[in-house]
């Protein structure tokens, strides 16, 4: 039977799919291999897992969690999702600094292409790993780090799964905190860009969600109580913003659906974990009815991408169900879309329907790719490959490293080729 990605849209061509429940095996799985792929969560929506030979399935492997609490660090099995591992930190009193709205999604995929929360302090997802493990193309193993390799580590990390197999990667963890979540609605789009700084200032993680063309947004702030007053009333904000008004119940980001999917919301305090995702884990999050298209964009071009997007809102709006903008914190890693800036990302979930979402995503692009749009990895885009990499100033360097930890081009597929050519 064929495997499809989350949302169906992608179908694996893979002439054989593996499950390897060990390390040895996974092992010998690749040494054996022509060209292999690993697949996380399946929550990609583009080709970046897809092969035609050997895909290799990482969620059978034994779901450990090492933490080291001199280091501050917890070392994670690839294949474990968010939750999971969230869960395990928490209860030894640990957190991460940082989640995406979903928690269901795997570490390793996640990292891979440069996935994010949201947090003017926050960097994406990828940030957070110190050092990983992988299995290279004769079933060897290769271990890096920030602090032995910091010449080539960089270029690891967010690295589309063509270095090799990760298998574990160490996590920088820190002590658990609890965080509030509130929503603010009808808030004017007008507002939240004219008045950036200041919204998106107003909480640890701040997202606002909207459809472009009512002029309309909703604001989502979740406030971590170790670090802001605990104190504040409805109007609260660390920035003073306080625009539109407060939810009076629980909402759900895409109008019309139902709310108890949502993590909680009104302001009941709760674990990190139970309240930076926007979904909760025991929920399967829809039914893969959607499409996804990201554009990670810098910081300072926030009013002219509010002001482009506005503009093709009645194009945008009949094939969207929500769009959500956040904001992410730059860093070094080679091909993380928020490399070298402070980064505003504009997300888009369409409507399941291909054929009426491309002409809508294709004038998205057209608006924003002059802006210095660097499309999402996993995500949805019309924009060719070479483009893309060209986007990539350390590019080249990640097309070398790439040749010298695997001179045969193993765990290279189509996608990874057009993007770096050898």
Partial sequence: MPITNWAGNVTFGAA???????????????????????????????????????????????????????????????????????????????????????????????????????????????AAVVALQLVGPDGDLVELSRERDPGVFPGAVVALGALGVVTRLTLEIEPAFDVVQRVRLDVPLEEVSARFDEVYGAAYSVSTFTDWRAGKAEVWLKHRLDEESSGFGDGWSESGWAGGRAAERQVHPVPGMPPESCTEQLGVPGPWHERLPHFRPEFVPGAGE???????????????????????????????????????????????????????????????????????????????????????WGKLTTTKPRQISAMYERAAEFGRLARDLDPSGKFRNSYVDALFPA
């Fill in 16 to 126: 054989r799919v593996h499950r390897p429940e060990s390390l040895d095996e996974l092992r010998r799985v690749v040494a054996a291999g022509s060209r292999v792929r690993a697949l996380g969560s399946g929550h990609s929506f583009s080709l970046v897992a897809d092969t035609s030979h050997d895909l290799v399935r990482l969620d059978g492997l034994p779901p450990t969690v090492e933490i080291d609490a001199g280091r501050s660090t917890a070392t994670v099995a690839a294949g474990l999702r968010y939750a999971e591992v969230a869960e395990h930190l928490h209860r030894a009193g640990f957190a991460l600094a940082n989640m995406a709205s979903l928690p269901h999604i795997s570490v390793a995929g996640s990292c891979a292409t440069g996935t994010h929360g949201s947090g003017d302090s926050r960097r994406c997802l990828a």
């Fill in 290 to 376: 959607e499409l996804q298209s990201e554009y990670y964009l810098p910081r300072e071009a926030a009013t002219k991408a509010f002001e482009a997007i506005r503009e093709i809102g009645p194009l945008v709006a009949p094939v969207l169900h929500v769009s959500e903008v956040r904001t992410v914190c730059g860093d070094d890693l080679w091909l993380s879309p928020a490399y070298g800036r402070d980064t505003v990302t504009l997300h888009f979930t369409w409507i399941r329907d291909a054929a009426a979402v491309m002409p809508a995503l294709a004038e998205v692009e057209e608006r924003l790719m002059p802006l210095g749009a660097r499309p999402h």
